[in-house]
C-alpha cells in the first residue's frame, strides 16, 4: 500500500486527497493540522506558513478524537516531503 503524507504535519493517508495525479486536490481537512488540501497546502510556501502557524498554536489537532493516545508530532513531522519543509 502507498501512503500518502499530509504536506503540512506529514499525517499519513492511505490516499492522496490530491487525487491519483496529484493535481486535483479534493478541498478535504486534515485531521490532524486542519489544512485545507489544494488551499492551504498549494505550494511549498503556504505548506510551511501555515505549519508555522499550527505549531505556535500547540500543534493541537483539527479532529481531538482522532489524536492517537501518546501522539508526538515530531516522528510525524519526520514523514514529510522534503519539498514541504
Known sequence: MTLWFCRVCGLDYDESPWGPDGRQPDFSSCG????????????????????????????????????????????????LDPLYR
Do not use: I, K, N
Request: aromatic share 16%; proline share 10%.
Open 32 to 79: 490532524c493540522c486542519g489544512v485545507t488540501f489544494g488551499f492551504d497546502d498549494a505550494t511549498p510556501a503556504a505548506a510551511r506558513q501555515f505549519r508555522s502557524q499550527w505549531l505556535a498554536a500547540g500543534a493541537a489537532w483539527f479532529y481531538p478524537r482522532q489524536r492517537p493516545v501518546g501522539w508526538e508530532p515530531a516522528p510525524q513531522l519526520a514523514q
